[in-house]
Nanobody, 119 residues
Framework: VQLQASGGGLVQPGGSLRLSCAASGSILSINVMGWYRQAPGKQRELVAS???????AYGDSVKGRFTISRDNAKNTVYLQMNSLKPEDTAVYYC??????????????WGRGTQVTVSS
């Protein structure tokens, strides 16, 4: 199983970016999918998560600005980031709890994509 993230980059404060993360491989089902971020010198923190049924949760610092969604048919999770601030600068990682068989379920991480908010 692999998670491939894309969509990071450099954006000015107040701008928007959309991250995507697609899961591929031997997948029976995917439960929770989410995005985390880690800024230099800081711990990795939850940005947003979404269950297979569409229930979402957000970190306090991104509520009202970021929106997480998923396409279950494509095994893909998205993160729409609006009104970006310099403090949103970090490496963003996608995560997914994947069931590969009745004997195997694991949490997988993507490699991370850099988001830089700067003028």
């Amino acid at each position: 199983v692999q998670l491939q993230a894309s969509g990071g980059g450099l954006v000015q404060p107040g701008g928007s970016l959309r991250l995507s993360c697609a899961a591929s491989g031997s997948i029976l089902s995917i439960n929770v999918m989410g995005w985390y971020r880690q800024a230099p010198g800081k711990q990795r923190e939850l940005v947003a998560s979404i269950s297979s049924g569409g229930v979402t949760a957000y970190g306090d610092s991104v509520k009202g600005r970021f929106t997480i969604s998923r396409d279950n048919a494509k095994n893909t999770v998205y993160l729409q980031m609006n009104s970006l601030k310099p403090e949103d600068t970090a490496v963003y990682y996608c995560n997914a709890h994947i069931t590969e068989s009745i004997f195997r379920s694991e949490s997988y991480w993507g490699r991370g994509t850099q988001v830089t908010v700067s003028s």
